[in-house]
C-alpha cells in the first residue's frame, strides 16, 4: 500500500513537473490545453478553466486552441458558482462524475477548474487539488503580459477612465494568518473618480480609498495620481501625512481644481493600533462582534485634497486600538447615497445591515462584499450614478485564525 502511494506520488509530481515546464513558453492560448492534458495524465477525463468576470456575475471558460463548446455560468445558482462564492471543493454526480474546485491567487478568488472522471478516488481529488494550484499560478504570471485573460473576464469594453483606473489597482483580496483585507468597486466598466489600495509591508497593513470629483477620465487621472503617490511615497518609508502632502501637492501642480477626498490608514498587525487620516471623506466605520461601533472612528473634518500647501499646513493622524476579530469598513459615497428609482438612498443604515448579517452568517470577506455591492446594484436597476467603493479589513491576529 505505501509503495503504490509512493507510485502515484512519483506520477503526480511528474505531470506537473512536465506542466510547469511547458507553461513557461506556453503562449496564453495555450494554457487551458496545458491544463487538460495535465489532467489526463492524472488519471481524469478532462479539465477546464473557468474565469469569473468583472463583476463576478458569471463563470467564463478560458478559450482554448482546441476546445470549444463551453458556455458561461452563473455565480449564482450554479455548483460551480458555490465552489467559487465558497472557496471550497464540491462534487457533480451527474456522469461523467465531476469536482469543480476554486482557482486562488493568495486567499484572492480567480476563478474554478472544473475536473471529470470516471471514478472520483482520493488520489484523483488530490491531483486536481493540486492542478488547480498550479493553474491558478500559471494564469496570475501571465496575466500582466496578455490581455487574454482580462478578455475573458470582461463582458464588455470599458472607458478609458475605468481602464486606467483598474491598471494601478492591487488585487481585490489579499491577507495573512494575521488580517485579511477585500474590496469592490462599481460600476465595473464605466467607473472613473473611485479607487482603493491595500498593501502588506512588514508587519503593517495599508489601506487607502479615494473618491475623486466627477466621474470622466480626468477624475480617472486624480485617483490615478493619488495611488500612484500613495504608493511612491510609502515604499520610500513615508508617513501617514507624507503620502497626503504628496498627493495634494502632485493634484494641485498637475491637476488644478481636481479635489479628492480619501481615507488613507496604517494597521500595525502585531498590536491592532490603526492610524488613519480623512480627508473629506465619509468616516471609517468599526464592526465588532457583528455590530457597528457608533462613532468609533469619526473624526473631526478636514477639507480634500488637491486644494495645495496653503490649505493643510498639518493633517490630524487619528488613534484606535482593535480589538482581534474588529473589521474595519471604508466606502465612498456612491455607497450610501445610491437611490432606487423612486428616490430611495441605499443609505448607511441598510449598508451596516447588510454587512454585519453576512459576516455574522459565517459568509468570507470577498463573498460579502460581492453579494453587498450587487443589492447596491440592484437597488439603482444596475445604474449607479456614482462610484461606489468599499474595502473591508480584519485583524485576526489568533494563531489559530486563517484567513477567510
Same mark, same amino acid.
Not at 501625512?241 to 502632485?250: A, C, G, N, Q, S
Not at 473634518?301 to 487619528?318: A, C, M
Not at 445610491?338 to 441605499?346: C, Y
Given at each position: 500500500?505505501?509503495?503504490?502511494?509512493?507510485?502515484?506520488?512519483?506520477?503526480?509530481?511528474?505531470?506537473?513537473?512536465?506542466?510547469?515546464?511547458?507553461?513557461?513558453?506556453?503562449?496564453?492560448?495555450?494554457?487551458?490545453?496545458?491544463?487538460?492534458?495535465?489532467?489526463?495524465?492524472?488519471?481524469?477525463?478532462?479539465?477546464?478553466?473557468?474565469?469569473?468576470?468583472?463583476?463576478?456575475?458569471?463563470?467564463?471558460?478560458?478559450?482554448?486552441?482546441?476546445?470549444?463548446?463551453?458556455?458561461?455560468?452563473?455565480?449564482?445558482?450554479?455548483?460551480?458558482?458555490?465552489?467559487?462564492?465558497?472557496?471550497?471543493?464540491?462534487?457533480?454526480?451527474?456522469?461523467?462524475?465531476?469536482?469543480?474546485?476554486?482557482?486562488?491567487?493568495?486567499?484572492?478568488?480567480?476563478?474554478?477548474?472544473?475536473?471529470?472522471?470516471?471514478?472520483?478516488?482520493?488520489?484523483?481529488?488530490?491531483?486536481?487539488?493540486?492542478?488547480?494550484?498550479?493553474?491558478?499560478?500559471?494564469?496570475?504570471?501571465?496575466?500582466?503580459?496578455?490581455?487574454?485573460?482580462?478578455?475573458?473576464?470582461?463582458?464588455?469594453?470599458?472607458?478609458?477612465?475605468?481602464?486606467?483606473?483598474?491598471?494601478?489597482?492591487?488585487?481585490?483580496?489579499?491577507?495573512?494568518?494575521?488580517?485579511?483585507?477585500?474590496?469592490?468597486?462599481?460600476?465595473?466598466?464605466?467607473?472613473?473618480?473611485?479607487?482603493?489600495?491595500?498593501?502588506?509591508?512588514?508587519?503593517?497593513?495599508?489601506?487607502?480609498? +479615494? !473618491?475623486?470629483?466627477?466621474?470622466? %477620465? /480626468? &477624475? $480617472?487621472?486624480?485617483?490615478?495620481? #493619488? @495611488?500612484?503617490?500613495?504608493?511612491?511615497?510609502?515604499?520610500?518609508?513615508?508617513?501617514?501625512?507624507?503620502?497626503?502632502?504628496?498627493?495634494?501637492?502632485?493634484?494641485?501642480?498637475?491637476?488644478?481644481?481636481?479635489?479628492?477626498?480619501?481615507?488613507?490608514?496604517?494597521?500595525?498587525?502585531?498590536?491592532?493600533?490603526?492610524?488613519?487620516?480623512?480627508?473629506?471623506?465619509?468616516?471609517?466605520?468599526?464592526?465588532?462582534?457583528?455590530?457597528?461601533?457608533?462613532?468609533?472612528?469619526?473624526?473631526?473634518?478636514?477639507?480634500?485634497?488637491?486644494?495645495?500647501?496653503?490649505?493643510?499646513?498639518?493633517?490630524?493622524?487619528?488613534?484606535?486600538?482593535?480589538?482581534?476579530?474588529?473589521?474595519?469598513?471604508?466606502?465612498?459615497?456612491?455607497?450610501?447615497?445610491?437611490?432606487?428609482?423612486?428616490?430611495?438612498?441605499?443609505?448607511?443604515?441598510?449598508? +451596516? !445591515?447588510?454587512?454585519?448579517?453576512? %459576516? /455574522? &452568517? $459565517?459568509?468570507?470577506?470577498?463573498? #460579502? @462584499?460581492?453579494?453587498?455591492?450587487?443589492?447596491?446594484?440592484?437597488?439603482?436597476?444596475?445604474?449607479?450614478?456614482?462610484?461606489?467603493?468599499?474595502?473591508?479589513?480584519?485583524?485576526?491576529?489568533?494563531?489559530?485564525?486563517?484567513?477567510?
Amino acid at each position: 500500500m505505501a509503495r503504490g502511494r509512493c507510485v502515484m506520488a512519483e506520477e503526480m509530481g511528474a505531470a506537473l513537473s512536465l506542466f510547469l515546464e511547458r507553461s513557461h513558453t506556453a503562449s496564453p492560448l495555450q494554457v487551458a490545453q496545458l491544463v487538460d492534458e495535465a489532467a489526463r495524465r492524472l488519471g481524469m477525463l478532462s479539465a477546464v478553466v473557468y474565469l469569473a468576470d468583472v463583476q463576478e456575475d458569471q463563470l467564463v471558460p478560458l478559450p482554448s486552441s482546441d476546445r470549444q463548446g463551453d458556455v458561461a455560468l452563473p455565480v449564482e445558482g450554479t455548483v460551480a458558482g458555490w465552489a467559487y462564492r465558497t472557496m471550497s471543493l464540491r462534487l457533480s454526480r451527474r456522469r461523467p462524475l465531476a469536482v469543480w474546485l476554486p482557482l486562488v491567487d493568495g486567499i484572492a478568488r480567480i476563478g474554478v477548474l472544473r475536473v471529470t472522471a470516471d471514478q472520483l478516488t482520493p488520489a484523483v481529488l488530490d491531483g486536481a487539488t493540486q492542478l488547480a494550484a498550479v493553474t491558478a499560478l500559471t494564469i496570475v504570471s501571465k496575466s500582466g503580459f496578455s490581455d487574454l485573460f482580462s478578455r475573458t473576464s470582461r463582458q464588455r469594453p470599458m472607458t478609458t477612465a475605468a481602464e486606467m483606473v483598474w491598471a494601478f489597482l492591487p488585487p481585490r483580496t489579499l491577507g495573512t494568518d494575521k488580517v485579511t483585507s477585500s474590496a469592490v468597486l462599481e460600476p465595473a466598466y464605466e467607473v472613473g473618480g473611485d479607487a482603493f489600495d491595500h498593501g502588506l509591508d512588514d508587519g503593517r497593513l495599508h489601506l487607502t480609498v +479615494v !473618491d475623486a470629483m466627477g466621474h470622466d %477620465l /480626468a &477624475a $480617472g487621472l486624480a485617483s490615478a495620481v #493619488a @495611488l500612484g503617490g500613495c504608493r511612491s511615497t510609502r515604499r520610500a518609508g513615508g508617513t501617514l501625512t507624507d503620502i497626503t502632502d504628496r498627493i495634494d501637492e502632485d493634484l494641485h501642480r498637475w491637476r488644478p481644481g481636481g479635489l479628492l477626498t480619501g481615507v488613507f490608514a496604517h494597521l500595525d498587525l502585531d498590536t491592532g493600533q490603526l492610524d488613519w487620516i480623512n480627508a473629506g471623506h465619509p468616516p471609517p466605520l468599526l464592526i465588532r462582534a457583528h455590530h457597528i461601533v457608533p462613532g468609533a472612528l469619526e473624526a473631526r473634518g478636514e477639507l480634500p485634497l488637491g486644494l495645495g500647501p496653503g490649505y493643510h499646513p498639518s493633517r490630524t493622524v487619528h488613534q484606535a486600538y482593535l480589538e482581534p476579530g474588529d473589521r474595519v469598513l471604508i466606502h465612498t459615497d456612491g455607497v450610501t447615497e445610491a437611490r432606487s428609482g423612486a428616490g430611495r438612498l441605499f443609505g448607511e443604515d441598510q449598508l +451596516v !445591515d447588510f454587512v454585519t448579517r453576512a %459576516l /455574522a &452568517a $459565517g459568509e468570507p470577506a470577498p463573498e #460579502a @462584499l460581492r453579494r453587498l455591492i450587487h443589492a447596491i446594484l440592484d437597488h439603482h436597476h444596475g445604474h449607479l450614478q456614482d462610484d461606489a467603493t468599499i474595502l473591508l479589513a480584519e485583524w485576526h491576529p489568533d494563531t489559530d485564525a486563517r484567513p477567510r
